[in-house]
Structures are given as structure tokens and as C-alpha cells.
């Protein structure tokens, strides 16, 4: 076997820089199935036999669990080839990973420490720091994880169960909301707004989601509406008949200015037709016949698809608040946490007063 064995590398690869510190950022940025795990791998074998760093002191994160065990495995498949490695692939002008005596040593250790390594998914990252640093994060080390859409429909449906018999503005939303998705689908609605935190950075309606609106009713054409709304026999059809009965006022020409028709639909937005376009649009969902000029019509609602966050916003705003209060409510009498309050508390610990202890374990856990 030779003295010294160089395995190729790609070229991107080898630029990255191999140092701690800012300088050792980088970004990997490609399309699914475009080499990412690849360039990882070789990224890693090259920090390993370039530095004097061990397996445990890399944090690798990913989303998955399957992500993170093909990760794994693909990482330890390529230390073996560089461990086995007996001839080159590479000549000196092209990049390569130059293996030594030292480096093979630095393989071979990796290799046998490899079930110390940390690749992780984001989640199970943040649990060890909550779990292995509970002094600096403030976390109860006895805590149960529990799923994130689980606890967040029980803690809808004991709203529902509670506040629809006493709170009338609660009973209100419910009922507009039903009228335009699923109690599925909203609970979902509420999953994510808690992700993106409404009841921290909250919501407005934007100019553009106004000009949105604007646009929507400037090229509805009522007369056309109505006969696509009525069966053979002139009756309004059945399954049309709500939203149909709901859109009266600006069928019929009742606000005196454009802004005041917008006005009107932002304050409606989950109980008229123009709710059922803010939900569907761009899937061509109708309660009414599919005429030619309906499905225009809710083509042109794809104009809203902006306007979707904001408006949104509106509907949670009054069952987000005590949806997830009760929710805390639980998980704290419970002694639970689940993988949204995870994230934010490990993000809360690094920020808060033990923040600079917590960074300062982490790097020097972690020196990649």
C-alpha cells in the first residue's frame, strides 16, 4: 500500500472552508435529489481528517428520521471506503481528500466511535440540549413529550366543548368558519398558526390584500352569478342557497363606495361566498354548478392566494388566543411539551438570561 492515497472529491467541496469560527459557515442550497447528503459526507470525512476533531464534537441536523438514518448510514459508508482505500482516484492538481498515516488514523477512530456521533433530526437536537442542559434552559428534567396535532385537537375540542355554550363571539367564528372547511382542516389552521406565532407578531390586511378584494368583486358579473346559482326551474340550488343569500348586499349594490364593498368582505370573510373563494382559491372548489364563467370567477380568486396569510389571521384571531392557553394549561399541569414548544424554548434559552452559558456549552460541545 502506498504512503499516501488521495480519493477524489468534487471541487465545490473542497472550497468550503474547513475552520472554526464565522468563517466556517457555509450554505449547501440545492433541489431535491441534487447531491446535498453527498457533498455532507464528503464535507464531514474532510473536517475529520483535516482537523483534529473527533465524531462526537460534529452536529449533523436534518428533518427526518429517515433523512437522519440515511444520513448515517451514508456517512459511515464513506469512512469505510476512505478506512479501505488502497489506490488513488485523484491526481495532486485535483481536489481530493489525502490520506496519511494520520488521516487514516483519524478515519479509524471516527469509525469507532460512530454511534457517538450526533446526527439528529431538528427536534431530537433540541430535546438533548432541553434534557442533557435542563440547568441552563430551565426545563423540569422529568417531562413528557407528546405529538404536536394531538394536543393541539384536544385542546380545540375542549374549547369547543367549554366556550361555544358560554362566549357568543366564539360561537359566531366557530359557525363561519364550519361554513367554509373542515373541523379538520381548521384544527390544522390552528396547528400552523401557533407555528408562525400570530399571537406574537400578529397580522394585518395589507394594501395588496385590499386591491386583491377589490379586484375579486370589480370583475364579478351578479347577473351571470345569480343564473349559475339556479337550477333548471329558476329555484336557487340547494347547495348554494347560503352563500348565494350571504352575497345580497353586493349583489344588489348596497355600499356606496368600493372601499366600503372591500370593507364589508373583510369583515365577512368566513361566512359569504367570498370566504369559500379565500379558503378554495386557485383549487376550483364550488358549491355551484361548474359553469364556465363560476370557474373564471375562481380563477380570478387566485389573486388572493397573497392575501391568504393575512386574512387568516382574521379567523384566528379570536380562537388561537384560548386555544392555546388551554393547551398550556394542560401541558403544564401535566407535565408535557410537545415538538413546537421544543423549538421555541431551546430558542428562548439561547436568548434569554442563561443564553451566553448555553451558547458558549454548545460550541465548545460542538466544534463543527
Known amino acids: 500500500m502506498s504512503a499516501l492515497v488521495r480519493v477524489a472529491i468534487p471541487q465545490s467541496v473542497a472550497e468550503i472552508?474547513?475552520?472554526?469560527?464565522?468563517a466556517a459557515h457555509?450554505?449547501?442550497?440545492?433541489?431535491?435529489?441534487?447531491?446535498?447528503?453527498y457533498t455532507i459526507e464528503r464535507l464531514v470525512a474532510r473536517i475529520l481528517v483535516e482537523t483534529n476533531t473527533t465524531i462526537d464534537q460534529?452536529?449533523?441536523?436534518?428533518?427526518?428520521e429517515a433523512a437522519t438514518r440515511e444520513l448515517r448510514e451514508r456517512i459511515r459508508g464513506f469512512?469505510?471506503?476512505?478506512?479501505?482505500?488502497?489506490?488513488s482516484d485523484a491526481d495532486p492538481t485535483e481536489a481530493h481528500i489525502a490520506l496519511d498515516a494520520l488521516a487514516r488514523r483519524r478515519v479509524r477512530r471516527a469509525l469507532h466511535d460512530f454511534d457517538s456521533a450526533s446526527i439528529r433530526t431538528i427536534h431530537g437536537f433540541c430535546n438533548r440540549v432541553l434534557s442533557e442542559l435542563a440547568i441552563d434552559t430551565g426545563m423540569p428534567f422529568d417531562i413528557e413529550l407528546v405529538d404536536e396535532s394531538v394536543a393541539v385537537q384536544q385542546?380545540?375540542?375542549e374549547v369547543l366543548r367549554t366556550a361555544l355554550a358560554t362566549d357568543p363571539e366564539v360561537r359566531e367564528s366557530v359557525a363561519e368558519l364550519l361554513s367554509v372547511m373542515r373541523l379538520t382542516d381548521f384544527t390544522e389552521l390552528l396547528q400552523a398558526g401557533r407555528a408562525h406565532e400570530y399571537l406574537r407578531y400578529g397580522w394585518r390586511v395589507t394594501s395588496e390584500v385590499r386591491e386583491a378584494i377589490g379586484t375579486l368583486l370589480d370583475n364579478t358579473d351578479w347577473e351571470r352569478f345569480y343564473d349559475a346559482a339556479r337550477n333548471k326551474d329558476g329555484s336557487v340550488a340547494k347547495a348554494a342557497l347560503p352563500h348565494f343569500?350571504?352575497?345580497?348586499?353586493?349583489?344588489?349594490?348596497?355600499f356606496a363606495t368600493r372601499d366600503d364593498a372591500i370593507d364589508a368582505v373583510l369583515a365577512d370573510a368566513g361566512d359569504c361566498l367570498f370566504g369559500t373563494a379565500l379558503t378554495n382559491a386557485g383549487k376550483l372548489r364550488s358549491p355551484f354548478n361548474k359553469s364556465e364563467w363560476h370557474v373564471e370567477w375562481f380563477r380570478h380568486g387566485q389573486h388572493l392566494v397573497s392575501a391568504l396569510p393575512q386574512l387568516i389571521g382574521m379567523l384566528l384571531e379570536v380562537l388561537l388566543p384560548i386555544t392555546v392557553a388551554q393547551l398550556e394549561t394542560v401541558q403544564q399541569r401535566e407535565g408535557q411539551i410537545d415538538y413546537f414548544d421544543m423549538l421555541h424554548r431551546v430558542r428562548d434559552a439561547i436568548e434569554g438570561p442563561s443564553g451566553t452559558r448555553l451558547r458558549r456549552t454548545l460550541r465548545q460541545r460542538f466544534r463543527f
Do not use: C, H, M, N
Open 17 to 22: 472552508p474547513v475552520v472554526q469560527g464565522e
Open 245 to 254: 343569500e350571504s352575497t345580497t348586499p353586493w349583489r344588489e349594490g348596497a
Open 58 to 64: 460534529l452536529l449533523i441536523v436534518t428533518y427526518t
Open 79 to 87: 469512512l469505510r471506503r476512505l478506512s479501505d482505500a488502497t489506490e
Open 155 to 157: 385542546a380545540f375540542r
Open 26 to 37: 457555509a450554505v449547501i442550497e440545492a433541489a431535491a435529489g441534487t447531491g446535498k447528503t
